[in-house]
Structure formats: structure tokens, C-alpha cells
């Protein structure tokens, strides 16, 4: 596998086809890593750059380097999610207690709404909402990208509470008081484009999670959406319905 030497990412693109390679079975957890010659002949790179990239997978725990022994690779895994959940990527994280997460704001603004979201908000086009876009860090590592609207006229005085490691669903609950009563989601698989790979920290083109995302209240009133880019490698998302409710299957043939 020969890379292009000339790439100011070629450490990132390498470190991205170890995790695959790891998250594929090809390096086990708890089983160590070829030696440095073994794999820069497999990814076609110097030692340098390989290096540099094994630096990066120790700073995410996801390897650990033994003196003596060699690279190891670390028991990682994926988080679970609930596709007909109602609370954020965020509140996913928050319940699991051996992560540490931290939510940091890219931009906040009163902006009118494009035809789209007003559509998915059910509001004339040119109504004023709060466009929030955030970012996700688990153990320091980048791992979503998060775009919100909030219809102005619903939560008034919601612009300043909006700040780093602030829940906006426990905001809407406790302040506002409204009630989540239906969700609707819209899933669908892409690949990160230069402005989120930066942001995110990883290679152009890497695989993730696309979600858009409608919350109503007990009146069908659309009070919440948002889009948001999840890493695939790094999640499991799952589906669980009860057939006896939903009428799927007639139990009397």
C-alpha cells in the first residue's frame, strides 16, 4: 500500500488506516502492532511518519507503546446509541461515565431561515431562529459536529445561556419547559469535506454518520432541529422494536 509522500496530511492518512485496520480485526485488541519495518512497508511511508502517527493513536488511547515489547494495541469500544432516542449525540456521551466529554461552540447567531429549515421547523422562510453549531470532544478527541436551530420566538433570552459544555436539551426541559414528545430522523452515510476533517481530525473523505434530526412537542409543534456529522468508526447505532405494538406481525396466522 504506497501513499503519497508529498501530502502535509500523510501522517493523519496513515494513522487512519491503522484504526481501520484495527477496527477491522486486522490488529486485535490486546495483540501488538507489526514492527516499525513491517509497517512502513505496508502503508509505504517513512519511519518519521510513521512515528508521528503512532504518537497520535497513543495521544487517543488507542495504542500504548512497551518498551521492549512493542506497540500495543488498546481495548476500545464503540459507543452505543439508541436510533429512535430522543436526547442529543451529546446526552448519548454524558451517560457513559468512564468518558470525558467536552462540548465546545463554533458559532452562535440570529440568522432568517433558509427554506429548508424553515420547512423542517414548520415557520415561514425569513423567521428569525438561533443557528448554533458545536463540536463534540470525547477524551479530547474530536468525535461530531453539530448544527442546531431554535425558533427565536420559543425561547426567548436562549442566546446567552448558549456556551461550552452547556446541555440545550436540559435548557428546553427545565427552563422552557417544553416536552419532547415525537422525534423524526433522517439517516444517511457520507464522507467529512475539508472544512469538517479539520475540525474533526482526520482525512478527507472519512466515512461518517449524517443526521438530521425534527423534536416536537405534545402539540406535533416542531420545537428543535439540527444536523449533525457523527465518525463511523466510532459507533454502533442500533434499533429495537416490539412487533406486538407496532402491528408488523400478525401473530394469528
Known amino acids: 500500500m504506497e501513499l503519497e509522500q508529498n501530502s502535509t496530511l500523510l501522517y493523519m492518512k496513515v494513522k487512519k488506516l491503522i484504526e481501520t485496520d484495527i477496527n477491522s480485526g486486522r490488529f486485535p485488541n490486546n495483540s501488538y502492532l507489526p514492527n516499525e519495518q513491517q509497517l512502513c512497508e505496508r502503508y509505504g511511508v517513512s519511519r518519521i511518519t510513521l512515528r508521528r502517527s503512532i504518537t497520535e493513536l497513543e495521544k487517543e488511547n ?11 494495541v488498546l481495548k476500545h469500544d464503540k459507543y452505543v446509541s439508541q436510533l429512535l432516542d430522543v436526547d442529543g449525540l451529546s446526552e448519548t456521551y454524558q451517560t457513559m461515565k468512564s468518558l470525558h466529554k467536552h462540548t465546545k461552540v463554533l458559532s452562535k447567531e440570529i440568522i432568517k431561515a433558509t427554506g429548508e429549515v424553515s420547512k423542517w ?16 470532544f470525547i477524551s479530547d478527541v474530536p468525535e461530531s459536529l453539530d448544527t442546531a436551530w431554535f425558533p427565536l420566538d420559543l425561547y426567548p433570552d436562549l442566546f446567552p445561556r ?20 415525537k422525534v423524526y430522523k ?6 467529512t469535506l475539508s472544512d469538517e476533517s479539520k475540525l474533526l481530525q482526520c482525512p478527507i473523505g472519512t466515512p461518517v454518520f449524517f443526521f438530521k434530526k425534527k423534536l416536537s412537542d405534545e402539540n406535533n409543534r416542531p420545537i428543535h432541529f439540527s444536523k449533525f456529522l ?19 406481525i400478525d401473530n394469528s396466522k
Open 230 to 248: 457523527v465518525k463511523s468508526d466510532d459507533i454502533v447505532y442500533t434499533l429495537s422494536l416490539d412487533y406486538s405494538k407496532v402491528g408488523i
Open 62 to 72: 488507542t495504542v500504548m507503546k512497551q518498551q521492549g515489547k512493542g506497540t500495543l
Open 121 to 136: 421547523l414548520s415557520i415561514k422562510e425569513g423567521s428569525e431562529v438561533i443557528e448554533l453549531k458545536r463540536i463534540v
Open 162 to 181: 448558549l456556551a461550552d459544555d452547556v446541555s440545550t436539551f436540559e435548557i428546553i426541559k427545565n427552563i422552557y419547559g417544553y416536552k419532547f414528545e
Open 186 to 191: 433522517e439517516l444517511s452515510a457520507t464522507v
